[in-house]
């Protein structure tokens, strides 16, 4: 075991949002944060209910509130400690909101972090968060996509990243192999700025043969 994920053991943990030391998210806490909840759409942020956006009209995804809410810190935190409470949180919280997917096999898959990011941290967060979801909901989870080596994406327009993104993903082969067995294939990320990589991801999945894609998200950007 390496030091760092020993110490985290040794040290207490506190709430990322009250403090309170025990838990990365105190019950109190995960109470609050599903009072406050304003699921909205990827793309264009409106407000959302279910899979269809009244605002743009997008029917296949779903944020499940913004980055400055509670559930933003949330997935902050995750990203920061990776530690598998908070995962369970988020996948708890979401598993709740999701709107229903009416198809028979069901099978969700993480978009990819970086290698490096996946080494620095011991773990993907948004891999662990798409795990949990997967047995709370009854899906498959698989991971379908992988991250083309030496990519980076760092642009702040919605532009440069879609062209940064298409350059940064692709369908794995074990995942090109397997989209026949889903009716349906969900992509989850912790966090969304633009929906680039997401539409990025979906488009790929497609392109490789699946028919039904949805994306969700925790927290979008305002
Ligand atoms: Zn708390
Ligand atoms: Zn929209």
Not at 45 to 66: E, H, I, M, P, R
Not at 68 to 86: E, F, M, V, Y
Request: aromatic share 6%; with cysteine; hydrophobic share 40%.
């Amino acid at each position: 075991m390496k030091i760092s994920s020993l110490l985290n053991l040794l040290l207490p943990l506190y709430c990322a949002r009250c403090g309170r030391v025990g838990r990365a998210m105190c019950e109190n806490c995960i109470q609050e944060l599903e009072k406050d909840l304003e699921n909205c759409c990827i793309i264009c942020g409106n407000y959302q209910k279910g899979w269809l956006c009244s605002g743009c009209g997008t029917k296949d995804s779903f944020a499940f509130g913004f980055y400055d809410q509670p559930i933003g810190l949330l997935a902050t935190s995750l990203k920061q400690n990776s530690a598998r409470h908070l995962a369970l949180v988020v996948a708890r919280l979401l598993a709740d909101t999701i709107p229903e997917v009416r198809a028979e096999r069901v099978v969700i898959t993480p978009v990819p972090t970086l290698a490096k990011h996946r080494k620095e941290r011991g773990v993907a967060h948004a891999e662990m968060v798409a795990r949990e979801l997967a047995k709370l909901k009854g899906w498959s989870y698989s991971p379908l996509l992988r991250r083309k080596s030496g990519s980076v994406q760092t642009g702040e327009e919605r532009k440069v990243r879609i062209q940064q993104a298409k350059m940064a993903y692709e369908v794995s082969d074990k995942g090109a192999g397997k989209l026949a067995d889903f009716d349906a294939v969900i992509i989850y990320d912790d966090i969304t700025t633009t929906g680039a990589t997401l539409a990025e991801c979906a488009r790929l999945l497609k392109a490789a043969g699946a028919k039904d894609v949805r994306k969700i998200v925790a927290a979008r950007t305002r």
